[in-house]
Structures are given as structure tokens and as C-alpha cells.
Nanobody
Framework: QMQLVEFGGGLVQAGGSLRLSCTAS????????MGWFRQAPGKEREFVARIAWGASRTYYADSVKGRFTISRDNAKNTVSLQMNSLKPEDTAIYYC???????????????WGQGTQVTVSS
């Protein structure tokens, strides 16, 4: 598995933007599907977005589609999540994750970062 570290979280007002980044080490980054998940207090961890390695296809949860954009830079071993038009319900700990299997389920991702807090105020 890879070692992943997220950064870029913080406090933002509704309608604002944040950009999260994740740096990977320990494995061949380009071979992994990379994703972002989030977990709010008392909630299950949920899929946010993922990006494949082949044609760099992207997939998004319906709740963030049109607002969030995932991207990756294989040369830098990084994956990012640009979050625009943030809503209070986006408040959660956001986790970077990697998978050699793919799919939207957290169980398919073997490598996880420690998370970064995103708080969106009303």
C-alpha cells in the first residue's frame, strides 16, 4: 500500500472554495485509481470522487457533481480535489485513498490518508 498525506483543509463560508491535495509515496502511483472520500460526525464514510489511470476518467458522487473537480499529477505523485460552491453539508473530514481495484466503494480502497478537516459555515 501507499502512504498518503492530505493537506489543504480549513474553514470556509458557504459558497466559497477550497483545494485539497494529497501526496503519495511507497508504491507506483500511476497504477492506482485515486479517490477522495469524506466522513461527517455520526455518518458513514462516503465516496466523493475518483480518477482512473488510463484515460484519467473521473467519477463523482451526485452530491458534488458540477462543484468538485478531481485531478492527478503522476509526475508529482499527487491528487487534488478542487471544491467550489461549498455548502454546509460538505463539512466533513476528507480522506485521500488509493485502489488497485477501482469502483466507488471504500472497501475497494486499500491505502488511506489520515484526513483533513473541511468546515463550511452558513
Amino acid at each position: 500500500q501507499m502512504q498518503l498525506v492530505e493537506f489543504g483543509g480549513g474553514l470556509v463560508q458557504a459558497g466559497g472554495s477550497l483545494r485539497l491535495s494529497c501526496t503519495a509515496s511507497g508504491r507506483t502511483f500511476s497504477a492506482y485509481v485515486m479517490g477522495w472520500f469524506r466522513q461527517a460526525p455520526g455518518k458513514e464514510r462516503e465516496f466523493v470522487a475518483r480518477i482512473a489511470w488510463g484515460a484519467s476518467r473521473t467519477y463523482y458522487a451526485d452530491s458534488v457533481k458540477g462543484r468538485f473537480t478531481i485531478s492527478r499529477d503522476n509526475a508529482k505523485n499527487t491528487v487534488s480535489l478542487q471544491m467550489n460552491s461549498l455548502k454546509p453539508e460538505d463539512t466533513a473530514i476528507y480522506y485521500c485513498a488509493g485502489s488497485l481495484v477501482g469502483g466507488p466503494r471504500a472497501a475497494n480502497f486499500d491505502s488511506w490518508g489520515q484526513g483533513t478537516q473541511v468546515t463550511v459555515s452558513s
